[in-house]
């Protein structure tokens, strides 16, 4: 049995995913051979540290660690320095300007040859391959497949799965949000405005939905794609990017009688984000909030993957398959 | 650099794809620490056996061994059993009804704890529990990505992607030429008799159809799956199967005006292969000659993934993707 001692930093909507699965989990990873402590789980209002592990349970029942549960006021740079830990997950807020603070956390962790698993792109947005210099010079693996397409196992379906074969190209849809409204406005006939308050009623968009609309979402997703599938050297700041605002019912009706859609579609290498037409035969014509991405390859053709794009388990479980990735395969992942 | 001896059995269509792909892809299994040296091939007219590996641009310029390249007239088991090596290629032609020859094939190399991965279903469909035991038995993996949905990365998704999913079941498409055909049917028109003609004439179809068109094919892939996924005891008789040749281009026409296609579904664990009504939008409604296939799973929602069904480029892609994963992963697949 390996033990592995995890500190958590970060306690949202994701970390307490991750909590409810290593919970619900423990038998399965043990079966894996696999034994995971959560030793520490931080957040913005303290820490509460366990040496033997910390009972999901305690942290599940409390919206912040301060209501009864912190028994230290450890912040995560501290948390990831002074506490003896394996790996670090990593889910606090994202900022694709900054960073910060999942960039601090994880430069401290990989600095200390400490393992990175995360769901937050900001850090890799803005500094992908620092991170991933950093890993490699410390021994350590940063893991990152929540970031990309939610569930979707995208990045180790290439890695992995797709190994032997040189990617020529990722397309897709990376947005569940513009999905929505997108497929609401061709179905239904709702004008963009109508479509957009429907997804804010539901909870599928934002009170301010300028981080999914306008392609900011997606294009993150492409800087981060570009930088580890492709080896590239990007900045955010080097995508093309077109959001959703502009369309029209009338836009999407022509394209239905033609036999399309309308998406928004990122593409790398092609830095690009922009609403395209996809045929309604393609496996990229999914509607809803799902997310669907076409990995073209030079020996196996085109590969599709469908799933849903976010959710607070589906998130941790992308977590959770990374975490036992690292303990049960050779670091094959690093070529760039 | 580690060296993996392979002995190939079967020359055929597949069986050259996949000397084709170690040629095309020498450098980069190298840059993965993989040296993969082809000791011998062996088809039906003989054996080319080479201690320090086969130049597979010989063996690629002829249709049979026995024309000039075949330096021994050992057969698939000989060459098994005699020939120093620590991993079998098994890529004869498939019979789901005794499985021979691969069947005798993969029990001699197992029984010698050498690694088998193949693409021929009909082992599988008739001893898939012995073969994984006598794998388990002697300490040698098995790996069969290939048999199942072409380059759908279905099986290592299942196992390494997902980990730590329950799978709850698996739908899809798994024959690329009944898709075809109804594809055409329902977009143009055509009656069965002309749809499935069209498909012989451009070398989807064969001569003989049944084995696609009347489902075997695609039970054959459920009960591998059934096996192998969901840990069952079936057999080839345990699927319920009905195949396509009764579907009216009047049936496709009144789904079609309901937002619906007609697809042939395999399902596990249902044992089912059936016509079933597929909602447009979902992301089964694939068309052509693409399989798809939707995974239901406990944390990670439903995971869709599509790809060409067939191809030898392809399907000898899948073969080095499984000999790259048993070099570069624990043995965290043999759950059931």
Redesign the interface.
Known sequence: MKEIRISQVGCGIVGHGFLE?VRR?RD??R???LDLKIVSVTDHTGTIYEKNGVDPKKVLGVKTLAEGVANSDMKGLEAIEEIESDLVVEVTPTNIDHGQPGLGHMEMALTQGKNVVTSNKGPLVVAFNRLKDLAGENGARLKYEATVGG???LI??VE???????ILGIKGIFNGTCNYIL?RMMEEGYPYGYALMEAQELGIAEADPAYDVEGIDTAAKMTILANSVFGMNVKYDDIDVTGITDITTESLALARDRGYLIKLIGEVPALTVKPMLVP????L????T?N?ASIE?D??????????GA?S??T???I??DI??IY???N?DD?S
């Open positions: 699965v989990k399965m990873l079966d894996l051979g569930t979707m196992p180790s379906l992995r799965n797709l190994v032997g074969n040189n497929t309604r035969r393609s496996p014509a999914v509607g809803g799902l669907a390859t020996l196996s053709g085109t590969i599709t993957v469908t799933g849903l959710g388990i589906e941790a479980s992308a959770l398959s036992v990735n049960t395969t050779r094959i070529r």
